[in-house]
Each structure stands twice: as C-alpha cells, then as structure tokens.
C-alpha cells in the first residue's frame, strides 16, 4: 500500500506527487496517458505553439516598412503541426520537475487510463491494475463543456486543431472567453475566414470593459466578424461545404455556416470515470468536486487539486493547489489556500491581461483612483510599431496602494507581471513610479501610469516620467 496515490499528471499533479515525496510520503503518479496532463500536451504549450506561429506572420507584415524585402509568407499547416509536436516533446523532456519526481522515487505510471475508484482506498487502472493508498490527491482536470443541442457532436474544440491537415477556409467560434478568443485570432492570422459569437453582451466578460471593447474592435479591425449578444443556439446541421449553426435571436431564425465549428463555452470537471461515489467524494453545485479550504474533499482522506477544482483554471493556480493539497495530505491540514495575486490574460492579438483587482471589482469595494496610459505615447510601442492598447492602474485613495491593473496590447501579460509584483508587495503609487525601469521597454508603461496616478492623489515621485 503506497501512502498518496495521486490520479492525474498534469500541473497540479505533478507538484502534488512531488510534494508529498518530498515530505516522504511513498508516493505514486497516475497519469492517464503522458506525463504533463492537458497543460503539456492540449492546452498552453501547443496553443501557444500556434499562436507563435501566428505572431510570426503578423511581424512578417512589419518587414517591408523596416526596410527589409522578403517574399509572401506562406503557412504550411502540417509544419507547424511537426513544430508543435517537437515543442510538446522538448518541453516534456526537458521538465525539471520530472527528474526531481525521479530523484525522489515517486513511481510514475504513464498510460494508465481513466483510473476510477473501487472504494474509499482503492483505485484501478484502465488494465485491471489494483492501488490502494492511505491517502489520495484528485488531479484529473477538466474538459470542454458540451451543450445539449442537436447536431452538437459536429462541432470540434481546439484539441481537433491537432488532427487538421490544412488550415480550414472559415470557422465559428462559439465562446468569447479566453480560449475561444485564442482560437479566432490565431486561425484569423492563419487566413481563416472567422467569426465569433457570444450568447453574453460581450466578449472577454471577466475581463475590464474598456479592455473588452478594445480586444472587440481590434479583433473586427484584424477581419474577425464578432458577433456579441447573438442569440440562442438551436441546432447545428451538416452542409455540403461544413456545418451550418442555426439560431434564433427575439424569436427571429437566424443562421451562419463555416467549414468548422469551435465550441469554446466552458470547461467542466474531468469526473465522469472517477466512480467518485465509491469513495465518497462529492460534486458541488457547480459540479466540480467540493473542497474546503484545506483542498480536503468531503472525503477526509481525499484532497483535490486544480482545475478538476473549479477554482481560477490556470496553470500557475494548479501548480500551488497541488502543492497545498499534498502538504495537508501528508503533514495534516495545516496550511490553507492563500489568496495570491493572480495574473490573467491570453497571447491573442492584440494581447490582453489583468492582474489583481478589476477596476469594477476595486470601485464596489474600494474608494480609488484609475490612472491611463496609452501605448502610443511610449517610446518602445514607437519603435516597434505597436502603439495599439493602453494600461491602466487602479490604486487606493485613501493608502495610494496599487490594487489592481489591465492592459491591452503587445506584451500586456509581461507588463502585468510586474504590476502583480508591485502588488503582492504592497507597494504604492509613488514607490512605483520612482523606480527606474529600463528604457526602452514595454514595462516602463507601468512608471508613466505610476506618475499619473500618483499626481491624482498629489503625492510627490521626485521625478518626471522618461518619456514625457
Ligand atoms: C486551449 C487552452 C489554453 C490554455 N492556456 C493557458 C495559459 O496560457 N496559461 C495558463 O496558465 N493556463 C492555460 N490553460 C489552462 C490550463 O491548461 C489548466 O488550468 C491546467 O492544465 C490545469 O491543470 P490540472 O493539473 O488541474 O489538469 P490537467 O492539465 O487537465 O491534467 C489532468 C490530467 O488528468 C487526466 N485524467 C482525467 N481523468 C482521469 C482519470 N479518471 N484517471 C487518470 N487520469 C485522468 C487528464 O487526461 C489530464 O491529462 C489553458 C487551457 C486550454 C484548454
């Protein structure tokens, strides 16, 4: 009998296993096919594989009026897909995380299948193989989100880009959060003919509103035709050039029709197979299975850890459940799941992020400020020619505390990182704006807004912003 059997080996799991070995617990590692879970192989490191390839063409566009003359790019899709499978395979062999699960003698099974659960100690493999453990860390993850409406199983999500032979002439996305967002603009640069729907009043609905509407009008600029508050889907049919998705908007029918159709509208509990009643776990109302702070499940033996979850759904937030779950299966519940600060965003074109509150989120909580700078005013988006987005700051009145910040545009997730730094370490306005990032850079925004900000709630910097 080990003492953790962890099932499920992407981010949350990995940590989970190498944690509990670290605290010496005998550890095995579940993983239903490679190592790495879906955040490895399907998910952030081949999108972002994909959406490489897509700013590649996007800056390609740039070269002529750099002075540099170069033939018509072309996208050889099959390529790319080789491409992506060689980043999966390096990312995977060069995991540091794995040699320390090595190291530290954790048995790893790949290839395990849905392991499901026998009774409250034991679990089973797809091969009949038979584990019973003192203690066990739930880390299988999620899945997308189907809806009950006929024709459903004609629609793909972003897995089946990996089976495409070629770049599809014109797609739907249904689903204007982060992954459906990803998906349109990255097959949108491809040369896809793409539209995005989105049942809601608009697209990026957990991100600010300013930032939103941005991202809208810059994905219709770049040829996506974005369809917020389309209506309600009624049924999806097959046609002689694809699928056409029927829809119905104050009652009047309405259709579009693509060679493809992505359905990005959520990500739910990777469940099903767990036999999670045997073991006594429970779902919540949400579905996803129910943790107490602790990450314990109703099972007290039982913890779980990331996406399977449903707290924040990122790779970051899986890595330090897995940590906290395994530390209270082994050493007792001791430490709780903090409230980090906690960075969002996705590498569409243009890019956007948020990092701490929102300003929506700070003004029903907070008295604050809200300081703005445009990308086009700073020296790095010049030269490079990416003067598109803005970055704002929201900042406490009353202590001048940064509290949160949105950008939109190049490099917005880095520019947010050290917003999210600035924050988890409590600093101020005026303490941001007089340290001298360097110059040029696409960070440097934060000191200019810093400025701004500071000069709303009268506090002295010591000095200008560089580039005013
Ligand atoms: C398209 C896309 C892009 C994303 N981009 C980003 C990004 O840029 N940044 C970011 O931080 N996050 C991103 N995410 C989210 C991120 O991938 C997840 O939050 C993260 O992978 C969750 O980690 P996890 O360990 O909980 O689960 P997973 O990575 O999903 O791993 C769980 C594993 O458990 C396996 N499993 C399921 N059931 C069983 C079972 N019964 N028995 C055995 N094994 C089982 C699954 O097959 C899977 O391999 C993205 C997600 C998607 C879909």
Redesign the pocket.
Known sequence: MSDVVV???????VVAALRAAELGARTEL????EFG???AND??VP??TLAHASRLLRDAEQLGRYGVTVSEPLLDYSRLLTRVREVVEDVRSHSSVRKQIGSLGVKVREQ?G???FLDAHTVETRGGLRLQAEKFII????ISRRLPIPGFELTST?SDAWGLTSVPPSMLVVGGGA?GV?VASIFNAFGTRTQLFEAGPRILATEDEDVAAAASRAFRESGIVVRENFGTIESFEKTPAGIRMNFSKDGKPDSAEAALVVVAVG?VA?SA??NLAAAGVELNQRKFVKVDEYLRTSAPHIFA????TGRL????Q?VQAGFVAATNAVAGPTMPLGEEVTTTG??TEPEYAQTGLSEAKARATHDIVTAVVHFDSTTRTIIDGRTFGFCKLIADRKTAKILGCHVIGERAVDIAEVAAIAIAAGMRVDELARIPLAFPTYAGILVNVAVSAARQLDLKVGWQAREE
């Open positions: 099932i499920g080996a992407g981010p949350a799991g579940l993983a239903r096919s879970g879906m955040a998910g952030p999108v972002r395990s849905t392991v499901r880390c299988t993850g999620g972003h992954t990803q990500w990777d197979g767990l850890a990331g996406d399977i759904m990122l790779v970051p899986g996705s590498f």
